[in-house]
């Protein structure tokens, strides 16, 4: 992954595309699987299919465009993939051509209509939160998450024991879901 992206999208969180992409995938991992059941009916070819897409989607994280829901991208591989493993099969078992495929997505993509999709708004929603946080609680956070600092470093800076700086973070993280929530559904109504 270049430099360009991950400055371009992280600004100033130190999150490598790994990183990125697990998170962009443990969000839209169900999806995935129920868009690709709802187009390929042999559950091996959807495992198959749902792993091919994990890798393409890697593969191509760059030109990922993050104003776009990542769900979205996500399932036009999935399509792509889907339409060659029903070339292959020369039609043989294939439930859906290429228009009622389409016509799933368009179902699919009405759960990305809502506003909190992209990773640009998490990320600002995230920065609110993190900001949002009572300094017993966003000290340690922001030392943690943004400067990547071990828990000694943290524990010595901030004159914690180990124990107590563990349910701080807890508590932070804690705290941070709760606000999240609230902040993309608020955006959403």
């Not at 699987?33 to 191509?60: I, N």
């Not at 228009?99 to 920065?127: C, I, N």
Request: glycine fraction near 4%; aromatic fraction near 8%.
């Amino acid at each position: 992954m270049t430099t360009v992206w991950r400055e371009r999208s992280f600004h100033g969180w130190n999150m490598n595309p790994e990183q990125v992409f697990e998170i962009l995938m443990r969000e839209n991992a169900d999806m995935l699987l129920a868009y690709l059941r709802a187009v390929v009916r042999d559950q091996h070819a959807v495992d198959d299919l749902f792993q091919e897409s994990m890798l393409v989607a890697w593969r191509k994280l760059e030109s990922y465009d993050l104003e776009r829901p990542f769900g979205t991208w996500l399932r036009g591989i999935a399509k792509n993939l889907a339409l060659a493993h029903f070339r292959e099969r020369a039609g043989r078992d294939q439930p859906l051509d290429e228009a009622a495929m389409e016509w799933v997505e368009s179902r699919f993509a009405q759960f990305h209509v809502l506003a909190g999709d992209t990773m640009r708004e998490k990320l600002s929603a995230l920065r609110a939160c993190v900001q949002a946080l009572p300094e017993e609680y966003r000290q340690p956070v922001q030392m943690r998450y943004a400067d990547s600092k071990s828990l000694s470093e943290i524990g010595n800076k901030l004159q914690l024991a180990t124990e107590t700086l563990k349910k701080r973070l807890s508590r932070a993280k804690l705290r941070l879901a709760e606000c999240l929530e609230r902040k993309l559904a608020a955006v959403g109504e």
